[in-house]
Every structure is written in structure tokens, then in C-alpha cells.
């Protein structure tokens, strides 16, 4: 299994620029989700979702879309990149017990 | 307030020192509670689950007390490698039911030294 598989590690956006972050996993988990992390502010739920069809955001979803069309797959989509969403970004799928990460995105908006 | 709170540190010890970190949280509905580490620049790891009687993996313990809102964990014999963040982290529950939503503490820094 590869696990939680997230792309790209690096991306650098211009103010207004969109994008999609990237993540797979191949361990048939119906949980996903999109965490940010900031210096001094630990991990912020972004989006989250329990299954396929199915999302809801998280604490700050401000900015982001997501979509769950299959088990496997959960993308973050910035519409409109802003300073603000510099930050680094984890995707992670999850048992009851465990939360398997991605390696992350490290995202800088100029 | 934060859900989940811990002091950020970083708590700097000598090599085989003993050391506890606390983490309170504010929804007395929280139903699970984890102890992630993180390494610089890489993505979380789970370190253990905490269990309501407490439980202890090698050099490891976590305790939970339900009563005042806070877990801990305790590392004894402390490694070089042991240098990392430590996430605090809760289930976010509401009302009868669990969301599923995990909520992060903001992470304590261990710095051990020679």
C-alpha cells in the first residue's frame, strides 16, 4: 500500500492564481480530510468527509472547495489563491484509531 | 478560547530526563484522545492513543482525566531522538454524536540535548 499520497511538496501561486492540491489513498478509509498548518497554530481542519458524495467543512474552510466522487481520491481546490493560504498543507485519511497522513504541501501565495 | 490547548513550549532537557506535557480541552463531549509527534518538516505520526484507565508504551504514559479536561504524557529516560512536537489531539463531538472531526492542539516542543 502507498498510504496517503499528496501532491505536489512544493507550489508557488500569484494572488488570484487557482489550483488543485492532490491527495489518493489506497486504504479504502471512508474518512479524508484537509488540514493547514501554521506557526504557533497547530493543525486547522479544513474540509472533511465521512464518504463519497459527502463533505463539510471544517474550521476554517474559507477559500477551499472539495469534492469526494470516489473513496479514494479527495482534492482541495484553491479558487482564488491569497496571501493568507500561505501555509502548509496536510491531507490525511483515517480508521477510528489512527490518522495516516500525506507528506504534505508547502504552499507559498505572493 | 481554544478546543484543545497546550503550552508550546519548547521544553529543553538533558538526556535522560524525565518529562511531562499537559493538554486541556474545553468540549466535555470529546469522545478519543491521541498523542501525535511531529518531526520538522515532516507530517504528523501517532505516538499513542490515551485511554481512560491510562496506558503506557515502553518509555511512554498517557493519562486521561475526564474530571478536569486534560491529558497527559509523560516521557521517562528521555532520548536525543526523542526532540520532536507533540500534537495533542481530541474528537470533536456534538450533541450525541461523534463528527468524526479531529481537533489539534497547537503542538509542544521537546528539545533534547547532550
Known amino acids: 500500500n502507498a498510504g496517503v499520497t499528496q501532491t505536489p511538496k512544493f507550489q508557488v501561486l500569484k494572488t488570484g492564481q487557482s489550483m488543485t492540491l492532490q491527495c489518493a489513498q489506497d486504504m479504502n478509509h471512508e474518512y479524508m480530510s484537509w488540514y493547514r498548518q501554521d506557526p504557533g497554530m497547530g493543525l486547522r481542519l479544513i474540509h472533511y468527509s465521512v464518504g463519497a458524495g459527502i463533505t463539510d467543512q471544517g474550521e476554517v474552510p474559507n477559500g477551499y472547495n472539495v469534492s469526494r466522487s470516489t473513496t479514494e481520491d479527495f482534492p482541495l481546490r484553491l479558487l482564488s489563491a491569497a496571501p493568507s493560504q500561505t501555509s502548509v498543507y496536510f491531507c490525511a485519511s483515517r480508521t477510528r484509531e489512527k490518522l495516516f497522513f500525506g507528506s504534505g504541501t508547502q504552499l507559498s501565495v505572493l | 478560547r481554544k478546543e484543545v490547548e497546550q503550552d508550546p513550549g519548547p521544553f529543553n532537557v538533558p538526556e535522560g530526563a524525565t518529562v511531562a506535557f499537559n493538554c486541556t480541552y474545553s468540549n466535555s463531549a470529546s469522545q478519543s484522545f491521541f498523542w501525535y509527534r511531529q518531526d520538522c518538516r515532516k507530517e504528523p505520526k501517532l505516538l499513542m492513543s490515551?485511554?481512560?484507565s491510562g496506558n503506557e508504551d515502553g518509555r511512554f504514559t498517557a493519562q486521561l482525566n475526564r474530571a478536569s479536561q486534560y491529558i497527559s504524557l509523560l516521557i521517562r529516560d528521555s532520548k536525543l531522538s526523542d526532540s520532536a512536537t507533540y500534537l495533542c489531539v481530541v474528537t470533536h463531538s456534538r450533541g450525541s454524536g461523534n463528527t468524526g472531526k479531529l481537533i489539534f492542539g497547537q503542538g509542544t516542543t521537546l528539545q533534547v540535548k547532550p
Open positions: 490515551v485511554y481512560s
